[in-house]
């Protein structure tokens, strides 16, 4: 709010002035989700990018299974195009994942909740993080992060290690190595948990 000193067509001209500011910044930090919300996608792919921009750029993959099944190669295509990532278990914008624009999707969903400010207890630049009950799940995963067994993984590097275990398994049992440790940065004791979580036995 504006210093009530102000005479009126000052304060008029200043508030003017911020939120100009306040949208040109929130379009530049968050310009892949705005071009995709002006997309002219149509049919499953169109329903994909809405469920997508409520979920603020990330989207578990089982929450539109039934529209994934109906993109065309054509959808795909266009989708990529904008990128969107189709991965394994979620559909992301990964340019969302950057600190800057992951800080401003923090904060903009704490606007909308009511706080003063966003929770303090995640740094966007992290991989991953040990998931505590006091953490805030919603803040977590709006600015991508999921959670699987005793860590809380970037969408990213979830998808990442994903694919890196089902490349493994392909080849038969496997033994976790140093390479799925630094990509999830975590011990073989949180791995274990990770794997169990993602629905696999040792």
Same mark, same amino acid.
């Given at each position: 709010?504006?210093?009530?000193?102000?005479?009126?067509?000052?304060?008029?001209?200043?508030?003017?002035?911020?939120?100009?500011?306040?949208?040109?910044?929130?379009?530049?930090?968050?310009?892949?989700?705005?071009?995709?919300?002006?997309?002219?996608?149509?049919?499953?792919?169109?329903?994909?990018?809405?469920?997508?921009?409520?979920?603020?750029?990330?989207?578990?993959?089982?929450?539109?299974?039934?529209?994934?099944?109906?993109?065309?190669?054509?959808?795909?295509?266009?989708?990529?195009?904008?990128?969107?990532?189709?991965?394994?278990?979620?559909?992301?914008? &990964?340019?969302?994942?950057?600190?800057?624009?992951?800080?401003?999707?923090?904060?903009?969903?704490?606007?909308?909740?009511?706080?003063?400010?966003?929770?303090?207890?995640?740094? &966007?630049?992290?991989?991953?993080? &040990?998931?505590?009950?006091?953490?805030?799940?919603?803040?977590?995963?709006?600015?991508?992060?999921?959670?699987?067994?005793?860590?809380?993984?970037?969408?990213?590097?979830?998808?990442?290690?994903?694919?890196?275990?089902?490349?493994?398994?392909?080849?038969?049992?496997?033994?976790?190595?140093?390479?799925?440790?630094?990509?999830?940065?975590?011990?073989?004791?949180?791995?274990?948990?990770?794997?169990?979580?993602?629905?696999?036995?040792?």
């Amino acid at each position: 709010t504006c210093d009530d000193s102000l005479d009126p067509t000052t304060r008029e001209k200043l508030e003017k002035h911020v939120k100009q500011w306040t949208t040109n910044h929130i379009r530049s930090c968050l310009k892949p989700f705005f071009n995709l919300k002006e997309s002219e996608l149509k049919g499953a792919a169109r329903g994909i990018v809405f469920q997508l921009q409520d979920r603020l750029g990330f989207l578990p993959k089982r929450v539109v299974a039934k529209q994934i099944r109906r993109l065309t190669k054509e959808d795909h295509r266009i989708l990529k195009s904008y990128g969107v990532r189709i991965g394994y278990q979620e559909i992301f914008l &990964p340019t969302m994942l950057r600190p800057k624009a992951a800080a401003l999707l923090g904060l903009l969903w704490a606007v909308s909740k009511g706080m003063e400010r966003p929770p303090s207890h995640l740094i &966007p630049s992290l991989v991953s993080l &040990p998931f505590r009950s006091s953490l805030n799940i919603g803040f977590c995963n709006v600015i991508g992060f999921r959670r699987r067994g005793p860590l809380l993984l970037r969408v990213d590097i979830l998808e990442r290690l994903i694919g890196q275990i089902r490349r493994r398994l392909s080849k038969g049992p496997f033994v976790v190595d140093a390479e799925l440790l630094n990509l999830a940065g975590c011990d073989s004791e949180k791995m274990d948990g990770i794997l169990r979580a993602l629905g696999y036995r040792g």
